[in-house]
């Protein structure tokens, strides 16, 4: 039987790119790899969580991306201060701040659902809906985070954030559900192909407003932390939106969907980061950050674009597998 | 009785058309009447937008939308979206009101340089197999860095020639709608018409075939990422013009703007298709609607509500047609 020579874990490059940044960094200041890697989880963990409810998105098939989290961050931010202060509860103030997703997400999901409207176009055209009241909360807007959500983001223990840990344990808790559980499998079947889950019974639509959900809630969730570890402003959320699908594609995660690389975001996430620290520290001008963060991204997608990727049971067909010969395709193993 | 006459009513429609002519046509025609309605209702409010310098001064403002819209229509026909468009024309604004103003030949070499650029991330799309998303979303990031090194912060003035292009004012004809058309027409050739424009389109619909006639899928994706870069600097110069300075921020919505368009327009995400007509209503209803709004006098925070419902309405309202057209 055919096998490709070799097979390595789609979230392998990520890693090593983070490590190389993480290197290059180690050798422009002085500081410890330690100290810097601890200073850049502060950070990591938000975008993890987007970048988890981004990836699930994405993995339920083409097409299919939400272009809303930036929006939801930044109501999500404003509606958790407000709620925590008026009722003097951080735990209501952040599930209001899930509410506030899982409203945008009902929203995109009506459209995608029962008007045929294009995910990127839904998501954006309930994205700018949510702009609408980010910018007429912030008007004279004034309320500090809870304190005692402020002090839950910013706990270590032993100089490692505690809301790192938490949210590598949730990781782990995705990897787990996408291999192991029916709805996992599910989501997954529909996104490699929707037409074949459709005749397995398994309903396509369901799944895929899952996602939508799912991703509304987590963007909620990161709006209702960010607001506590910064402060709610009308781009709190911003950078998050293009950050998310760099880090869930640079992850190992197929756009195409079909195949959801959890441990990967971490990779993307920390390359990420550690990329915004490295920026700042060669103290570059605006102008040459963006430009050396433009180009790592389009150096690290040119070395990644034709390495091998992860092992044949998820390889998917691409125009150049009809080039070769039928007896050199791997065969199916059951 | 109504079974005849449904079957009558299917027979003229099908003589007079071409198969599958109408499904393909009606998104287009349905943004079409959106941006009438719309256009309309501004004429309501204020009667003068339909004078000359009316429509000048409300087309103006749209001229960059629709470059910006053909330009995502072109690289979403090969199958592709571009994340980068709204940067590049920031980029370009900067370029036009820095280095285009005071030393124009090294100016216009920059932006030749641009268009190459844009081709070489094509080029990095075919050739690495990398997914055009990604892609141009990096490529957004050096588009405003390098439009921050030319201009900083938002100011500076664009060359003589194109400020006088943004003041002219024709008593007989509105100057951005001729340009528009023209620039339509221009890509519509060039698209439906041309050798080329088949090739581009067989990119998006069946590279496999494309690849057995003997064509370069690199070349292909390159040319099309080219013209899209052409459309885009085109954009640029006319927001710059429009805005008579340079902001390499002030078009960082059209990248999303620009797809709104080209969908609502009927194209699609799966490529094949190049919508160039479709990508102009779509654009100018977009457009339009910020005219619209701003008549209405409506709280700046509401703007965003209101065009994101309208977005969902001009789709329901496709949706709906569509079955009745079924």
Wanted: glycine fraction near 12%.
């Amino acid at each position: 039987m055919f096998r490709r020579p070799f097979s390595i874990p789609a979230w392998t490059y990520s890693f090593v790119f983070a490590i190389a940044v993480l290197i290059l960094i180690v050798a422009v200041t002085g500081r410890g790899g330690t100290t810097t890697f601890l200073s850049a989880l502060a950070l990591v963990p938000y975008l993890v969580l987007v970048a988890t409810g981004q990836m699930l998105v994405i993995s339920a098939g083409p097409g299919n991306i939400d272009v809303s989290v930036a929006s939801v961050i930044s109501l999500a931010g404003y509606v958790s201060v407000a709620v925590a202060t008026s009722t003097g509860s951080a735990l209501l103030g952040v599930l209001a701040a899930v509410g506030v997703g899982l409203a945008t997400a009902l929203v995109s999901v009506l459209a995608i659902t029962f008007a045929s409207v294009p995910p990127i176009v839904a998501t954006l055209a309930s994205g700018l809906i949510v702009s609408a009241f980010t910018l007429s909360m912030s008007n004279g807007f004034s309320g500090t985070a809870d304190p005692g959500l402020h002090a839950f983001v910013n706990a270590q223990v032993l100089g490692v954030p505690w809301l790192a840990i938490l949210v590598l344990l949730f990781s782990i808790g995705v990897a787990l559900m996408l291999a192991f559980t029916v709805y996992g499998r599910r989501l997954l079947a529909v996104g490699q192909a929707r037409g074949a889950a459709d005749y397995a019974r398994i309903r396509p639509a369901r799944v895929v407003a899952s996602t939508y959900f799912i991703s509304g809630a987590l963007a909620g969730l990161t709006g209702a932390l960010l607001s506590a570890f910064i402060a709610p402003s009308t781009d709190l959320g911003t950078d998050y939106l293009l950050d998310s699908i760099a880090v869930v594609v640079i992850g190992g995660t197929l756009i195409s969907g079909g195949r959801a690389v959890p441990a990967g975001i971490w990779g993307g996430a920390l390359f990420f980061v550690l990329l915004d620290s490295l920026l700042n520290l060669v103290g570059w001008s605006l102008a040459g950050q963006n430009i050396l963060k433009g180009l790592l991204i389009l150096a690290v997608l040119f070395l990644a674009g034709g390495l091998p990727r992860m092992g044949r049971r998820n390889r998917r067909s691409s125009p150049t597998d009809e080039l070769v010969p039928a007896g050199a395709l791997p065969t199916p193993v059951a | 009785m109504s079974e005849t006459v449904s079957i009558r009513v299917r027979s003229t429609v099908s003589r007079r058309f071409p198969r599958g002519f109408v499904p393909r046509v009606a998104p287009a025609a349905i943004t079409l009447v959106v941006m009438v309605v719309i256009l309309l209702i501004c004429t309501v409010m204020q009667p003068r937008v339909l004078s000359t310098i009316g429509l000048t001064l409300v087309f103006s403002s749209i001229v960059p939308i629709v470059f910006a819209a053909l330009a995502q229509m072109t690289i979403m026909s090969v199958g592709d979206i571009d994340l980068g468009i709204g940067a590049f024309i920031g980029l370009v604004t900067g370029v036009s009101a820095s280095m285009l103003k005071t030393s124009p030949l090294i100016g216009a070499l920059i932006l030749v340089g641009l268009v190459v650029a844009y081709a070489m991330v094509g080029a990095l799309v075919q050739w690495r197999k990398v997914p055009s998303l990604i892609a141009t979303l990096g490529a957004s990031f050096v588009w405003l860095g390098i439009g921050l090194t030319f201009l900083p912060t938002p100011g500076g003035e664009p060359p003589q020639w194109l400020l006088s292009y943004a003041a002219w004012t024709p008593p007989l004809f509105p100057v951005p709608v001729v340009v528009v058309v023209v620039a339509v027409a221009l890509v519509w050739l060039l698209t439906q018409r041309t050798g080329w424009g088949t090739q581009v389109r067989a990119l998006g619909s069946n590279p496999i075939a494309l690849a057995r006639s003997g064509t370069s899928l690199l070349l292909t994706r390159m040319s099309a990422y080219a013209l899209a870069g052409v459309l885009g600097i085109l954009g640029g110069l006319a927001l710059s013009g429009q805005i008579a300075s340079g902001d390499v921020n002030a078009s960082s919505d059209y990248t999303l703007v620009s797809v709104a368009a080209v969908i609502l327009g009927g194209g699609t995400f799966f490529g094949g298709r190049a919508g160039v007509w479709g990508a102009l209503f779509g654009a100018s209803t977009l457009g339009l609607l910020t005219v619209l709004l701003t008549l209405l006098n409506l709280p700046s925070a509401l703007q965003p509500a209101i065009e994101g419902a309208i977005v969902f309405l001009a789709l329901a309202g496709r949706l709906v047609v569509e079955k009745v057209v079924k």
